[in-house]
Every structure is written in structure tokens, then in C-alpha cells.
């Protein structure tokens, strides 16, 4: 079984920067594909960034040029590199995961969630 866990979120002005990292245990890591969602209040669950079985990457519009979404195969970890932060970005982070290949930034592709992390930028 996949278990997620992520951290490092926080509370920052707008503009400033916060690293998320998702632990991965119960699977041999480098299989995955993995991706990051997030979801504010009263809005769906929405992909940010999403890194293939070939290492290859996908970002949100939204998030183009300021969010890096990065694997490190020898920690098992998976990382968000966020910079430039707006108050829009503000939300519930999460780490998702499944065993196929291109799956993309699409939600319903992915059968194994982290608990989330919070991320507020203020302005």
C-alpha cells in the first residue's frame, strides 16, 4: 500500500517562498507517478504540477515559472518548490500518486492521496 505524508507548509506574505516534500513509503518509488493538487475553500480539488515516469513535467497556467515540482529517488521525496507566492495559491496541498504513466493533472487519475498540508500567502 502507498502512504503519502507531506509537510512544509506554512504561512507567508505574498512573495515569498515555501518548499512542500511528500514522503513516500509501502511501493518502490521510482514506478510512481506522481503529482501535486491542491484545493481551496469551496472550490474543487485542482493539479498544480505532476512529474512523469520519465521525469518529464506538467504545471498549471496558473503556476508556470514560479512552482518547481522536483524527485529525489535516493530520499524517496517528491518536492514543491514554491516561489512568488500570491494570495491565490492559498490552499490545502496534497501529494498524489499512482502506478501508470501520464497521468497528467487530471484528479480522478490517481488512487493514493496525502493527508494535505495548508499554504496561506497573505497580502
Known amino acids: 500500500q502507498v502512504q503519502l ?12 517562498s515555501l518548499r512542500l516534500s511528500c514522503a513516500v513509503s509501502g511501493y518502490s518509488y521510482s514506478s ?55 494570495p491565490e495559491d492559498t490552499a490545502m496541498y496534497y501529494c498524489a500518486a499512482d502506478f501508470w ?3 497528467g493533472l487530471k484528479v480522478d487519475n490517481y488512487n493514493y492521496w496525502g493527508q494535505g498540508t495548508q499554504v496561506t500567502a497573505s497580502s
Do not use: H
Open 5 to 16: 505524508v507531506e509537510s512544509g507548509g506554512g504561512s507567508v506574505q505574498a512573495g515569498g
Open 32 to 86: 510512481l507517478y506522481m503529482g501535486w493538487f491542491r484545493q481551496a475553500p469551496g472550490k474543487e480539488r485542482e493539479g498544480v504540477a505532476s512529474i512523469d515516469c520519465d521525469g518529464s513535467t506538467t504545471y498549471a497556467d496558473s503556476v508556470k515559472g514560479r512552482f518547481t515540482i522536483s524527485k529525489d529517488n535516493a530520499k524517496n521525496t517528491l518536492t514543491l518548490q514554491m516561489n512568488s507566492l500570491k
Open 101 to 103: 504513466c501520464e497521468l
